[in-house]
Antibody
């Protein structure tokens, strides 16, 4: 079964750090570009970051640039998001999503992990 | 940056009704537009890619059209399981992506 499973969410104080993980299974993870997308409570979807299959190309939304770092380990079929200097406005469900191989759309999504930034 | 708007922000329709959602881009994005469905508490699901192509396994009552700045998403006959929020997504400036604000669809 094709699957993405996020983990690592939780409650963190403003200014703190958190590392999210996304475990892939059922497909050739190393061939796919990956993304993080977040959704604040009751709000819409916001693209956060992109990483190419070989990690050679990385992009961030302006809202997280300089604070978040995306990475991957193809040997472990895993995607990561290191989040530093967290702010209240980073509170959201964070989804990992794969970029489809032949079309520019997110075809596989994880179930999401909740990050709450609060004192 | 390209901005996306959707209308309406919410709608209520009866089972069997035809439902239409529009998405507008702030500049020409050709056909670089996708549509997603998100049910409450669930991850989004890809329905339409490249403005008008139906993702494999998605019911044919869903369709999309448009190019340039104006796009339309249609449910030809609304079903109870279609209750969800629908988002458009543009990818004119790869690999950056922008989602529209969403349209919530309810049953009347």
């Amino acid at each position: 079964e094709v699957q993405l499973v996020e983990s690592g969410g939780g409650l963190v104080q403003p200014g703190g750090s958190l590392r999210l993980s996304c475990a892939a299974s059922g497909f050739t993870f190393s061939s796919y570009s990956m993304n993080w997308v977040r959704q604040a409570p009751g709000k819409g979807l916001e693209w956060v970051s992109y990483i190419s299959s070989s990690s050679s190309t990385i992009y961030y939304a302006d809202s997280v640039k300089g604070r978040f770092t995306i990475s991957r380990d193809n040997a472990k079929n895993s995607l990561y998001l290191q989040m530093n200097s967290l702010r209240a406005e980073d509170t959201a469900v964070y989804y990992c999503a794969s970029l489809a191989y032949v079309v520019n759309a997110f075809d596989i999504w994880g179930q999401g992990t909740m990050v709450t930034v609060s004192s | 940056d390209i901005q996306m708007t959707q209308s309406p922000s919410s709608l209520s329709a009866s089972v069997g009704d035809r439902v239409t959602i529009t998405c507008q881009a702030s500049q020409d994005i050709s056909n670089y537009l996708n549509w997603y469905q998100q049910k409450p508490g669930k991850a989004p699901k890809l329905l339409i890619y490249d403005a008008s192509n139906l993702e494999t396994g998605v019911p044919s009552r869903f369709s999309g059209s448009g190019s340039g700045t104006d796009f339309t998403f249609t449910i030809s006959s609304l079903q109870p399981e279609d209750i969800a929020t629908y988002y458009c997504q543009q990818y004119d400036n790869l690999p950056r992506f922008t989602f529209g604000p969403g349209t919530k669809v309810d049953i009347k």
